[in-house]
């Protein structure tokens, strides 16, 4: 694995954009001068590979990150070894947060995907609550939208059926993850195993395979070429009383 500072990249402060991904329409986008504030917290890129971790479990400090791209997830792991995935992270997301409140991270960050994520410095917080009252507001509603996702995942472990909670699991990525692949073709990308969807929903590997399969055979969904397609909106809203066709509206980055 390469050193960090092998594949960090230090930004052109005078840049307008930290990424390209900041001017993609599923995002909302900042001021002139939110952009040059962000600008002057930013300390680079730095480029990740799959299966690398961006976060230890337990580790304090740190720094924060917005994902640029690529496919990630937080997790935590028992004594014995069993890891449940908190929830998957996609372009856009902020990362790092809780070690910001003065706590160690309760959970460690791996990638799913080769990734590249943008430094923050570690007093950013401060900042931008103290001088931007705007990206405060932004940061503010990705972790009530984080939270949204964790509890989507706790009503899927603590209350639906194997295939309700794989189907709903497969719909919020899909809903997550279409406006920033629109032009990509059918589907989104899906870099997720079927372990890992076990690891998120507490099912056993036997049982998630075979529960995928089911849905599969139901018309539901496919899974080739390392893309999800939903192939019936109908079925997915009776089952899961979500649909796929919803309009998802721009979020908010940082």
């Known amino acids: 694995m390469a050193a960090e500072s092998s594949s960090e990249i230090i930004l052109n402060q005078s840049s307008p954009r930290c990424h390209p991904i900041r001017e993609s329409t599923a995002f ?15 300390l680079g890129e730095r480029a990740l590979e799959a299966g690398e971790t961006l976060i230890p479990e337990h580790s304090r400090g740190g720094e924060l990150y917005t994902l640029l791209n690529g496919w ?31 706590i160690a991270a309760a959970h460690g960050v791996e990638m799913l995907t080769p990734a590249r994520v943008c430094r923050y410095a570690r007093d950013s917080l401060g900042a931008i609550f103290k001088n931007q009252p705007g990206l405060a507001y932004n940061i503010v509603w990705l972790a009530a939208h984080e939270e949204s996702l964790v509890d989507e995942s706790l009503l899927s472990v603590g209350r639906r059926s194997a295939a309700e909670s ?56 496919k899974i080739e070429n390392g893309r999800l397609i939903i192939l019936n909106a109908q079925a997915v809203k009776t089952l899961v009383d979500v649909s796929p066709d919803l309009p998802t509206p721009p979020r908010r980055i940082i």
Do not use: C, W
């Open 28 to 42: 909302l986008p900042h001021s002139e001068e939110e952009t040059r504030f962000l600008n002057s917290l930013r």
């Open 72 to 102: 990630g997830f937080r997790f935590k792991t028992l004594s014995d070894g069993r890891r449940q995935i908190l929830n998957f992270l996609l372009p856009g997301d902020f990362i790092g947060l809780q070690q910001k409140m003065d």
């Open 166 to 221: 794989i189907a709903a699991l497969l719909i919020t990525l899909y809903r997550r993850a279409r406006p920033l692949y629109k032009n990509e073709g059918d589907g989104i990308p899906f870099p997720i195993t079927q372990q890992h969807i076990s690891d998120a929903l507490g099912l056993s590997l036997v049982h998630t395979n075979k529960t995928l399969r089911r849905l599969e055979r139901l018309g539901f969904h």
